[in-house]
């Protein structure tokens, strides 16, 4: 039998553990547990009250080092006191750099485009460690990104690119997002694409993510700790 691979995981803060709890036993229903291993960090809300800015001890940073693989419920983040979101920590320590989500129509989740008959069904790619989100913006970011997306979209002659203002964006998504299959952001505005489109698939709930680099990868099943709610079992 071949080595299990080890998994950096962090249940989360708020509704984190249910989620991840959940998450586990449709690991276990579809056999990934016969090979992989589950090895638990310490990160989110309890470091931060510790006093490590970081949201995360040195030895979870170890841990995931070394495995290279993250899997994490969703984390809060200190407010008012100018404390950075674990999520943007978590990337650019980790050299994470796409964000890549999926978003489409579910089976039992009520929308306006399901009961229309529309179905949804695209992702966004999102670059996660630069531009304005990131607090290193001074000048053309935007500019280079669309000349990198249209040099690079000559290698691939059997997709048709197009490029598109981010209002006019908005505005097609929420009238038409049937059309879409894949789309391409810079960070602050995937950041703000990515939360309408899992508007339009029912909510944060139903926004899993993938945060991927060269060496370290990161996995999160929903986004959001919803704390009014946590330790209720009423997370969906």
Do not use: W
């Not at 694409?193 to 993510?209: I, N, Q």
């Amino acid at each position: 039998m071949s080595k299990k691979i080890t998994i950096a995981l962090a249940p989360g803060d708020g509704i984190g553990p249910e989620i991840t709890r959940a998450c586990l036993h449709v690991f276990e229903a579809a056999g990934v547990m016969d090979h992989v291993e589950f090895t638990e960090v310490d990160m989110g809300n309890k470091v931060f009250a510790e006093g490590d800015t970081r949201g995360m001890t040195d030895e979870a940073i170890e841990t995931i080092e070394r495995t290279g693989i993250l899997y994490k419920g969703p984390m809060g983040t200190p407010i008012g006191g100018g404390g950075k979101s674990i999520n943007v920590t978590l990337r650019k320590t980790f050299g994470a750099f796409a964000n890549l989500r999926h978003f489409q129509s579910l089976p039992g989740v009520e929308t306006v485009f399901s009961q229309a008959g529309v179905p949804v069904d695209f992702y966004v790619v999102r670059e996660n460690v630069e531009d304005t989100y990131g607090g290193i913006e001074h000048r053309l970011t935007a500019g280079t990104f669309l000349d990198r997306f249209r040099f690079l979209s000559q290698d691939y002659p059997d997709i048709e690119p197009e490029d598109v203002i981010i209002d006019a964006l908005c505005m097609n998504l929420v009238l038409r997002p049937d059309k879409y299959k894949m789309i391409v952001l810079t960070n602050l505005q995937g950041d703000i694409v990515s939360d309408l489109a899992a508007g339009l698939v029912g909510g944060l709930g139903f926004a899993p993510s993938a945060n991927i680099g060269d060496q370290i990868s990161i996995f999160e099943a929903v986004h959001g700790t919803a704390p009014d709610i946590a330790g209720q079992d009423l997370a969906n």
